[in-house]
């Protein structure tokens, strides 16, 4: 290769060819290429798979986001209307919205999301305890987003909606409505 074909590198005082840039690109895509082989073999070596775990059957998976949906839309309205119609203090409007949400996302999961029957007082006293959880986490984060960081309350709201969802749905799906024979 004569000199016309090298370009001066000042860093390091030599020439380097022109496609130096073009040699980077192809390791820089090589390696991702090597290491999402290497995920997708661990994953399948270790029979792993996250999102199929996680969401379980789609059918209730859609399910539980209609349900969701549906006293996510409850608990937004009725706490939006207690927040800023009736002027109840932020944290009683968010408990009352609350747990109008909780009692209609109840009775839809158990009968409609996993459709279970049976054994009925043990899913009731773990959704209990996971809501106990998702309560505390509801109030802080929404004390977190509206008095801490000074984030415009509604959309606090919708903030913490969807990461109480993520919770929830992860609770319910692998502990309160898992099949209790399996156990």
Not at 16 to 43: A, S, Y
Not at 126 to 152: E, H, K, P, T
Request: charged share 15%.
């Amino acid at each position: 290769m004569g000199l016309s074909n090298r370009k001066f590198s000042p860093s390091l005082g030599v020439g380097c060819p022109n496609d130096g840039q073009k040699h980077n690109d192809e390791i820089r895509k090589n390696t991702m290429r090597l290491l999402v082989r290497v995920w997708d073999d661990f994953c399948r070596l270790s029979r792993i798979s996250i999102v199929s775990r996680f969401i379980g059957e789609p059918n209730i998976f859609l399910r539980y986001i209609g349900a969701g949906s549906i006293a996510a839309f409850v608990e937004f309205s009725l706490f939006s209307f207690l927040y800023q119609m009736a002027d109840l203090n932020l944290l009683l409007a968010n408990c009352i919205s609350f747990a109008v949400a909780v009692i209609l996302c109840f009775i839809l999961q158990k009968n409609w999301t996993f459709q279970t029957s049976g054994n009925g007082q043990r899913r009731l006293q773990l959704y209990l305890i996971m809501q106990a959880i998702s309560a505390v986490l509801n109030n802080a984060l929404m004390y977190i987003f509206v008095l801490q960081l000074g984030i415009y309350a509604p959309i606090s709201k919708l903030l913490e909606i969807a990461i109480v969802f993520l919770w929830n749905y992860s609770f319910c799906r692998l502990v309160v409505f898992a099949k209790i024979d399996a156990r």
